[in-house]
């Protein structure tokens, strides 16, 4: 299947620091999503992007979809404890699966 | 809006047995609905692509007559894992596309599958 890169793995910060993680892909990609998953859980949806250059917020969360399709990107603004979990990006190409990055585990330090 | 439900949401059971997760999209229909399997601090791996009133599509590497997918209706789904294995053990996802709208999935809370 496809492989999204998502990048960083990991990170550890401070509570009230602004967070940045992307998705890269050799593919072109139609929609992107971007969810949260916490442990044990599914993953919630937090923001989907529909066109190339796209930019969406939701409320601290903001996320853009790269003009050559092949990438996007979501930042979090004031970190808060309760941001703490994995990211996912998912991109779909043509039809109808997505296919999900590998995950950026985010720790708040309070 | 938008809630997918599985259940269980926790299984164990003994290996060389059957185990069936429900699906359901209870507050929309769902032409789609796509099984994912997660190890432990891993990614979301697609296991299929199950469309109501047909066969599923499966991802290279999975096996169909073990993992037998049923889309009977526009809200409900199901998996059965055959002949259940240790090395089955897994968390399972689900995640339902909307028959109308924007273009997206929503996913259900899980079925963790432990295989003694």
């Known amino acids: 299947g496809q492989q999204l890169n998502q990048s960083p793995q990991s990170m550890f910060i401070q509570e009230g620091e602004d967070v940045s993680m992307n998705c890269t892909s050799s593919?072109?990609?139609?929609?992107w999503l971007w969810y949260k998953q916490d442990p044990g859980e599914g993953p919630v949806l937090l923001i989907a992007l529909y066109k190339a250059g796209e930019l969406t917020s939701n409320g601290r969360l903001t996320a853009q979809f790269g003009i050559t399709r092949k990438d996007s990107f979501l930042n979090i603004s004031a970190s808060i404890p309760s941001d703490v979990g994995i990211y996912f990006c998912?991109?779909?190409?043509?039809?109808?699966?997505?296919?999900f990055g590998t995950g950026t585990s985010l720790t708040v330090i309070p | 809006g938008a809630v997918v439900s599985q259940h269980p949401s926790w299984v164990i059971c003994k290996s060389g047995t059957s185990v069936k997760i429900e699906c359901r999209s209870l507050?929309?229909?769902?032409?789609?609905m796509f099984w994912y399997r997660q190890f432990p601090k891993q990614s979301l791996m697609l296991m299929a692509t199950?469309?109501?009133?047909?066969?599923?599509?499966?991802e290279q590497g999975v096996e169909k007559d073990k993992f037998l997918i049923n889309h009977a209706s526009l809200t409900l789904s199901t998996l059965t894992v055959t002949s259940a294995h240790p090395e089955d053990s897994s968390f399972y996802i689900c995640?339902?596309?909307?028959?109308?709208?924007?273009?997206?999935?929503?996913f259900g809370p899980g079925t963790r599958l432990t295989v003694l």
């Open positions: 199950s469309n109501e009133g047909s066969k599923a599509t499966y």
């Open positions: 507050d929309f229909q769902a032409t789609t």
């Open positions: 995640s339902a596309r909307e028959r109308r709208g924007v273009n997206t999935q929503y």
């Open positions: 593919s072109i990609f139609n929609t």
């Open positions: 998912a991109g779909q190409l043509e039809g109808n699966q997505f296919y």
